[in-house]
C-alpha cells in the first residue's frame, strides 16, 4: 500500500510566480489536511479537505493561497504571486474514513520544499 | 484552545542512556496525543499515539510514553538510545473541538542527538 505520496519533492519560484504542489492521499483515504512547516518551527495546519469540500481552512493565509481536492486527481495547493517568506516546507497528510480504523490517525507525506527566490 | 510545549529544543544523550523528550499540552477537550519522528528531509513518521485507551501507550523502535492527566503530560521515553534515533521529534494534539476530524497542533520539536 503506498504511502501519501506528493510532488514535485523540491521546487523554486522566483518572487510573483506561482506554485502547484500536489498530494497524492494514500490508498482509500478521503481526508487530506495541508501543513506548512517554517525553518525551526513546528508544521502549522492550513486546510483540511475532503473530495470536492474543504472542511476547515481556519489556517489558510486570506490572500494568494487556495486549495482544492477534486473528485477525481490530487489535492492541489495553490500559491499565487510567492514571496520570500512563502518559502518553507509544506506537508500533506491523510487520514481514513470516518468510523474506519485509525481514523484519528495522519499519516504524512514526505513534503515539498518550496525556495522562493 | 488546544496547544503543546515542547520543552528543550536540543536534547543530546550517549548511546546506551534513557531517552526522555518533554510535551505539555493544553485541551479543552479530552486530548488525542501524538509523537511523530522527522529524520532530515523527510515526512513525520507516527511514533505513537494516545486515544483516550491505555494512559501508558507502546509505539514503533522502542518508544513509549505515558499520558498524565494530572500533570497534563506525555513524555516520549526510550530505555536505551541507538544511534539511528537521532531525529528531530514532534508532539501534537488533535483539534477535534470543531467539528471536523480534527487537525493536529505541533510542537515546536525536539532535536535529539545521540553521542557514540
Known amino acids: 500500500n503506498a504511502g501519501v505520496m506528493q510532488n514535485p519533492r523540491h521546487l523554486v519560484r522566483r518572487r510573483g510566480q506561482e506554485a502547484r504542489l500536489r498530494c497524492s492521499p494514500m490508498k482509500g483515504h478521503s481526508h487530506v489536511y495541508w501543513y506548512r512547516q517554517l525553518p525551526e518551527e513546528g508544521l502549522k495546519f492550513m486546510v483540511y479537505l475532503q473530495k470536492e469540500n474543504i472542511i476547515d481552512e481556519s489556517g489558510m493565509p486570506k490572500e494568494r493561497f487556495s486549495a482544492e481536492f477534486p473528485k477525481e486527481g490530487p489535492s492541489i495547493l495553490r500559491i499565487q504571486q510567492v514571496v520570500r517568506g512563502d518559502s518553507a516546507a509544506y506537508f500533506c497528510a491523510s487520514s481514513p474514513l470516518p468510523g474506519g480504523a485509525s481514523t484519528d490517525t495522519q499519516y504524512f507525506g514526505p513534503g515539498t520544499r518550496l525556495t522562493v527566490l | 484552545a488546544q496547544s503543546v510545549t515542547q520543552l528543550g529544543s536540543h536534547v543530546s544523550v550517549s548511546e546506551g542512556a534513557l531517552v526522555l523528550l518533554r510535551c505539555n499540552y493544553s485541551s479543552s477537550v479530552p486530548p488525542y496525543l501524538f509523537w511523530y519522528v522527522q529524520y532530515p528531509n523527510q515526512g513525520l513518521q507516527l511514533l505513537l499515539k494516545?486515544?483516550?485507551?491505555?494512559?501508558l501507550v507502546k509505539g514503533i523502535n522502542g518508544f513509549e510514553a505515558e499520558f498524565k492527566k494530572s500533570e497534563t503530560s506525555f513524555h516520549l521515553t526510550k530505555p536505551s538510545a541507538h544511534m539511528s534515533d537521532a531525529a528531530e521529534y514532534f508532539c501534537?494534539?488533535?483539534?477535534?473541538?470543531?467539528?471536523?476530524?480534527?487537525?493536529?497542533?505541533f510542537g515546536k520539536g525536539t532535536k535529539l542527538s545521540v553521542k557514540p
Open positions: 501534537a494534539v488533535s483539534d477535534r473541538g470543531g467539528g471536523s476530524q480534527g487537525n493536529l497542533i
Open positions: 494516545y486515544t483516550s485507551a491505555a494512559t
